[in-house]
């Protein structure tokens, strides 16, 4: 994907997503690392909104890390037990060298802020557009999370527009 018409903060937001998906141990950046890389990064209509709504980096890790924990579960795997069995050498981590690719969800959210852009008559991409794009997809992770951590997709799409309004005046 192109990353013209990102403003640096979203262009940041990104670069921080995959950060947090290379810590977390993930083959793909899904939009759950999307949400992370707002949250992380902290510039922004989108972080401003998720703050505003009490959503922290903290608690959104805790919740990825507990939604992987849930799926492994489900197919017989305990991370706790990986945890414990393990110890300090246990590290999900992926290399610095490794290349970490979209997932098709983050692929979609992404296009999905663009289109955003273009409904809302802006020039450039911003955090508020790929937090658009996150809760545009009902099915998707992070959406999920934001559930888990007592924020609805309409919630926070009217505290987008209400804080892109105060910005505008």
């Known amino acids: 994907m192109i990353f013209n018409r990102f403003t640096d903060k979203s262009r940041r937001c990104v670069e921080a997503a995959l950060e947090?998906?290379?810590m977390l141990g993930h083959d793909s950046l899904g939009d759950e690392d999307l949400l992370l890389g707002i949250l992380r990064t902290d510039e922004g209509i989108g972080a401003?909104?998720?703050?505003?709504l009490?959503?922290?980096l903290e608690e959104a890790?805790?919740?990825s890390e507990e939604m992987l924990s849930d799926a492994l579960s489900?197919?017989?795997?305990?991370?706790e037990e990986m945890h414990r069995e393990t110890g300090d050498t246990f590290d999900m981590r992926l290399p610095e060298d490794r290349k970490i690719p979209l997932s098709p969800r983050?692929?979609?959210v992404l296009v999905r802020a663009r289109k955003e852009m273009r409904e809302l008559g802006d020039n450039y991409l911003g955090t508020e557009h790929v937090l658009l794009g996150i809760v545009c997809n009902e099915d998707g992770t992070a959406v999920r999370?934001?559930?888990s951590m007592g924020?609805?997709?309409?919630?926070l799409e009217d505290r987008l527009y209400e804080l892109r309004g105060r910005a505008a005046s």
């Open 20 to 22: 947090e998906a290379r």
């Open 48 to 52: 401003e909104a998720l703050s505003s």
């Open 54 to 56: 009490g959503v922290t």
């Open 61 to 63: 890790r805790e919740e």
């Open 74 to 79: 489900s197919i017989g795997i305990s991370l």
């Open 106 to 108: 983050a692929k979609k």
């Open 145 to 147: 999370m934001l559930a």
């Open 151 to 155: 924020v609805s997709p309409e919630t």
